[in-house]
Nanobody, 124 residues
């Protein structure tokens, strides 16, 4: 019954910005723990950022730290990823994740529920 729906992807020039959104529903126990992951064709899915309420603690992959910002609606059912200074290497399908089940927060296997993804393409 869990549904995660990403939106906000698109095609931008290098140096541009995008804001991704993830709407969550059907979580039996919404802890607010959510994450963003991405996967480029032919590559493994990798963690981008995660957030841990109520303190708002966050974790970022080194490749996006300082450029991306994860945030959450205070209802804990909406997740955002503000992406600034985008680079071509950021091109990927971006997924939001919920249902943390333990492990490293930036490891895909640590999460139980996934959205369908939204495509981000960054051109030079």
């Amino acid at each position: 019954q869990v549904q995660l729906v990403e939106s906000g992807g698109g095609s931008v020039q290098a140096g541009g910005s995008l804001r991704l959104s993830c709407a969550a529903s059907g979580l039996s126990s919404n802890t607010g723990r959510m994450g963003w992951f991405r996967q480029a064709p032919g590559k493994e899915r990798e963690g981008v950022a995660a957030i841990f309420p109520p303190a708002g603690g966050t974790s970022y992959a080194a490749s996006v730290k300082g450029r991306f910002t994860i945030a959450q609606d205070n209802t804990k059912n909406a997740l955002y990823l503000q992406m600034d200074s985008l680079k071509p290497e950021d091109t990927a399908t971006y997924y939001c994740a919920a249902g943390f089940r333990g492990g490293s927060v930036l490891f895909p296997g640590a999460w139980n529920s996934w959205g369908q993804g939204t495509q981000v393409t960054v051109s030079s």
